[in-house]
């Protein structure tokens, strides 16, 4: 009897029953040294501390922006807001070349299989997908943000700050599940660390690239450095950038109607209806305060005008009121703002009709605009027509 020869020998019959290379555990197929954990410890932490960064300071332009009753926003320093803010949007950015290199580094164990080894495990594997997830989310839509590019229907606002609420509670359940590893492995001292300390530099160095070519929309004298800024200083209309323009908002013949008046009403003694030239006979006065915008970007401009507070007490308004500022914008968001006590006591906060020696142009805010310092570049309400008093 002549014995068939096997149609398989051992060793490729081994390899095909074996299961896909999908289903095994992938670390050990990455023998990088720059997939290790040193490496994902150091850029946690430098990711970790721009996202709190990034949390604390987009939390102060929402409580500014919507304060609770019980909480007034001081009027100085006149450049805090603008401070806060250059920092939200700059460790933002810097965020973005970190996290692509913590997600290559770590990418290995987020596809290894089987996902999830038990309930435990599942329940954090479960949370690193909502910080992953979380993460892309806030940087993509805010880099998106920045340069007024809404390609999405949401309302950027809104999603930006709940997400970042996800996100922050993910990370510190993560810092505490990691803190003692990553603790043990900075400490721990490489045998071999010139790879990962040229790799962590480069990425350091790519967020402090892009930290250095757009923090000039925020600090004035690097301006000429910000190649990647979607708003520079110095750039528009009487030298200040336009986010919102007369045209766009539709107030174009209501600003130049020669027949505007600015009236004060509400809870006031007496009720004031005030003319152009009327404003222009008040005492002038002159305050150097930025215009700066949750974007990051900010400029500053010398601004003349009447002292919000010298309007009020001519109509004999309560030095505990409030006013609600409305504009000649029939539709809009940001058409009314709030003025609190600090605020409109404030020498500083104007009723602007000049910018930079010149009458205002009509997109910053013809005939008349709020100017306060220490406050959002939406809540400085342009094309001002009514105060009311509350």
């Given at each position: ?371 306060a310092p220490n406050r959002p570049g939406v809540m400085q309400t342009k094309w001002v027509e009514r105060l009311v008093v509350r």
């Amino acid at each position: 009897m002549v014995r068939r020869p096997a149609l398989l020998t051992r060793p490729l019959r081994s390899r095909l029953l074996a299961p896909p290379a999908a289903l095994t555990t992938l670390p050990e197929r990455f023998t990088s040294r720059l997939h290790d954990e040193r490496v994902a410890a150091w850029l946690g932490i430098a990711l970790g501390a721009c996202f709190l960064v990034a949390f604390c300071t987009g939390l102060v332009s929402h409580l500014m922006q919507n304060p609770p009753n019980w909480m007034t926003w001081p009027s100085r320093p006149v450049n805090l807001y603008r401070v806060t803010q250059g920092l939200h949007v700059m460790t933002g950015l810097a965020a973005v070349p970190l996290l692509l290199a913590k997600l290559w580094t770590v990418y290995p164990r987020l596809l290894q299989w089987p996902p999830a080894r038990s309930a435990g495990h599942a329940v954090e594997r479960l949370l690193v997908f909502v910080l992953v997830g979380g993460s892309l989310f806030q940087l993509v839509t805010g880099v998106m943000n920045i340069d007024y590019w809404y390609a999405f229907r949401f309302f950027f606002t809104t999603a930006h700050y709940w997400t970042a609420y996800i996100i922050i509670g993910a990370l510190l359940i993560h810092i505490a599940n990691e803190w003692s590893k990553t603790r043990r492995t900075v400490m721990t001292r490489p045998t071999d660390g010139l790879r990962r300390r040229t790799f962590l530099l480069t990425v350091f160095g790519a967020s402090g690239v892009v930290v250095a070519t757009t923090v000039g929309e925020t600090v004035s004298p690097l301006a000429r450095l910000a190649v990647l800024a979607p708003r520079r200083p110095g750039i528009g209309s009487q030298g200040l950038p336009v986010n919102k323009s007369a045209a766009g908002s539709g107030v174009t013949a209501l600003a130049r109607d020669p027949g505007w008046r600015l009236t004060v009403t509400g809870r006031v003694r007496r009720e004031l209806t005030l003319s152009l030239a009327q404003l222009q006979a008040m005492p002038m006065r002159t305050a150097r305060l930025p215009i700066a915008c949750v974007e990051g970007w900010s400029a500053e401009a010398t601004w003349q005008g009447v002292r919000l507070r010298d309007v009020l007490r001519m109509a004999g308004v309560d030095d505990d009121a409030d006013v609600r500022v409305e504009s000649l914008e029939r539709y809009g968001l940001y058409r009314t703002s709030e003025v609190r006590p600090p605020h409109w006591h404030d020498p500083l906060t104007l009723l602007a009709l000049r910018v930079n020696g010149e009458p205002l142009d009509l997109d910053h805010g013809y005939p008349c605009r709020l100017i306060a310092p220490n406050r959002p570049g939406v809540m400085q309400t342009k094309w001002v027509e009514r105060l009311v008093v509350r």
